[in-house]
């Protein structure tokens, strides 16, 4: 584990490395890099559970397999930290994710800004690297905006954020509203359940749509 690593999301905001003259782009992991409804399905079924996805949550997608009810919030909380300590081998990576995220870090700062248990950082590091995403990493706990907003506050070129969640993306837009936010979801199951707002954040599907909408924004 690097020093980076080991700090908190504050200290890391101002330790990583940015430069003050490039355009920066903050990428979440789960559902924008990983795949992660999908892993964390798999890894839920080798423990008598199943994942049916008919809202936009996460524990009240769990069942026990053959149940009707869903997993109450203790039994959830379990297997999300049981998932983050072992099941990072199955996550599978979002397509197209790497390959673009490194085209792209030729004309931009690229980082990472996940939130993850603290007991998850080396997984997590581990399977980002696994997957040629060799950025930076800033682990983080609750809404993001402070975090993007110090982070933001370091460079002088453009600052893009992509995350999963609105409630990130509205952290962002009230703590820095200049940053330009995506939005993704990669798991079509999930898609159209879930919370969002084009007229203010930018709305990808994929990877293919996410790139140019990301030149556009920041380096025009």
């Not at 559970?49 to 997608?61: G, K, P, S, V, W």
């Not at 990072?88 to 931009?108: I, T, Y």
């Amino acid at each position: 584990m690097t020093a980076l690593e080991t700090l908190t999301a504050t200290e890391a905001a101002q330790a990583v490395p940015v430069d003050p003259a490039r355009p920066l782009l903050i990428v979440d992991v789960d559902e924008v890099l990983a795949r992660f409804m999908e892993g964390f399905g798999t890894f839920v079924g080798r423990h008598g559970y199943e994942m049916r996805i008919d809202r936009f949550a996460l524990f009240q997608n769990i069942y026990k397999v053959g149940a009707e009810g869903c997993v109450d919030m203790p039994t959830g909380k379990a297997l999300f930290d049981d998932f983050f300590r072992d099941g990072a081998d199955d996550l599978q990576p979002v397509e197209g994710a790497a390959a673009a995220l490194e085209r792209l870090s030729a004309d931009m700062t690229v980082l990472i800004l996940t939130n993850a248990p603290d007991h998850g950082r080396s997984a997590r590091m581990g399977w980002l690297r696994t997957h040629g995403l060799h950025y930076p990493m800033i682990v983080n706990s609750g809404l993001k905006g402070p975090i993007v907003r110090d982070l933001a506050a370091r460079t002088s070129g453009k600052v893009g954020f992509i995350d999963d969640l609105l409630p990130n993306l509205e952290s962002v837009a009230a703590d820095a509203p200049d940053v330009v936010r995506f939005q993704m979801i990669a798991d079509e199951r999930l898609r159209p359940y879930a919370p969002t707002d084009p007229a203010r954040h930018v709305w990808a599907d994929d990877w293919a749509t996410m790139e140019p909408a990301i030149r556009a924004k920041l380096l025009a």
